[in-house]
C-alpha cells in the first residue's frame, strides 16, 4: 500500500508508543540536520501510522526533533492506517538502510522488541531476522543470552590462543638484537598521550571486532578479511618496533658520546 503524503502539526504526532528502537537519540546527528535544514535542505518525509486520531511515529526520531528545536508547527508525513502496534512492527524495519547507522545496542533493543511483541511470539529466528535486517545468529544470542555468552568465551579463547602462536612464531623467527649491549640509562621516546590513546581505540576495535564475528552470517569470510587487516596492522607495529630501535641506538650513542667527553673533562682535572 502506498503511503500518503501530509504535513501534520508536531503535536498530533505520538512518540511516545513504543516504536523508537534506539536506545537514545544522537544530540550531534540532530544538530547536524538543523544546520542543514536552515540552509534549506531537505529530508524524507517521516513514517508513522494514522489511527483516525494520532499519528504514531515508526521512522524519523531524529528529523522529529531537529523540526522542534527549530521552532516549526509541523512536518511532512508519510503514513499508512493502522494502529500503534502497526507502527511498532514498521519500526522494526526501519534504520536499516538509511540514516544514522544503529548502534550494536540498538540492534539488541530492536530485536528484544520484536521478540517481546505479542503479534510476533510465534516467529523463528529466521523470521525475525528478516524482519529486523540482522543476522539470524544475532536473534538467537538476544533470544538464548546463555548460548550467546559460551561462544564468546569460545571465540576469545580462539583469538587469544591464535595470538599466543603469533607471538611464538615471531619470537622464534626473530633474532635478538645482539648489536645493544651497553647497559645505559636510556631517555628516549616512550608512547606519548596519543599514541595510548591509539592503543586503547584499538583495544576497542578489537573487541568489536569479535562481536561483529560472532555475529557475522559468514564467517569464515569474516576471519579471512579480520586478517588481512591483522596482516596489515602487523607491518605497521614492526615499522614503529624498528623506529624505537633507532631511537634506542640513537640514544645509546648520545650517552657513550656524553661519557667520553665526561672522562675527558676528567682527565684535564
Not at 513504543?18 to 517521516?46: A, C, F, H
Not at 590513546?197 to 560472532?214: G, P, Q, S, Y
Request: charged content about 35%; proline content about 4%; aromatic content about 4%.
Amino acid at each position: 500500500m502506498k503511503r500518503a503524503l501530509k504535513f501534520v502539526n508536531l503535536a498530533d504526532i505520538r512518540i511516545d508508543g513504543g516504536t523508537q528502537v534506539r536506545v537514545s537519540v544522537s544530540p550531534e546527528w540532530i544538530q547536524e540536520m538543523v544546520d542543514n535544514m536552515k540552509n534549506d535542505v531537505e529530508y524524507l518525509p517521516v513514517e508513522a501510522r494514522f489511527d483516525g486520531t494520532h499519528y504514531w511515529l515508526s521512522d524519523g526520531f531524529h528529523r522529529y526533533d531537529a523540526q522542534s528545536r527549530l521552532g516549526r508547527k509541523s512536518i511532512e508525513v508519510a503514513y499508512l492506517p493502522g494502529t500503534m502496534h502497526d507502527a511498532q512492527i514498521d519500526a522494526l524495519e526501519a534504520n536499516a538502510k538509511h540514516g544514522l547507522p544503529l548502534t550494536r545496542e540498538d540492534k539488541i533493543k530492536k530485536v528484544q522488541m520484536a521478540l517481546d511483541n505479542p503479534s510476533l511470539k510465534d516467529l523463528n529466528d529466521v523470521e525475525i531476522s528478516r524482519l529486523c535486517e540482522v543476522s539470524k545468529s544475532f536473534v538467537g544470542a538476544v533470544r538464548r543470552p546463555e548460548v550467546r555468552e559460551r561462544h564468546k568465551e569460545n571465540m576469545k579463547r580462539h583469538v587469544q590462543k591464535k595470538a599466543k602462536e603469533m607471538a611464538d612464531d615471531r619470537s622464534s623467527t626473530t633474532p635478538p638484537d645482539r648489536s645493544l649491549t651497553t647497559e645505559v640509562p636510556i631517555v628516549g621516546e616512550g608512547p606519548d598521550e596519543a599514541e595510548l590513546l591509539a592503543n586503547e581505540k584499538k583495544l576497542e576495535a578489537d573487541r568489536e571486532m569479535v562481536a561483529n564475528l560472532l555475529d557475522a552470517d559468514d564467517q569464515m569470510k569474516h576471519l579471512f578479511e579480520e586478517n588481512k587487516r591483522l596482516t596489515h596492522e602487523i607491518v605497521i607495529l614492526d615499522l614503529r618496533v624498528k623506529e624505537l630501535m633507532n631511537e634506542k641506538r640513537s640514544a645509546v650513542k648520545l650517552a657513550e658520546k656524553l661519557q667520553r667527553e665526561l672522562d675527558k673533562i676528567k682527565g684535564k682535572k
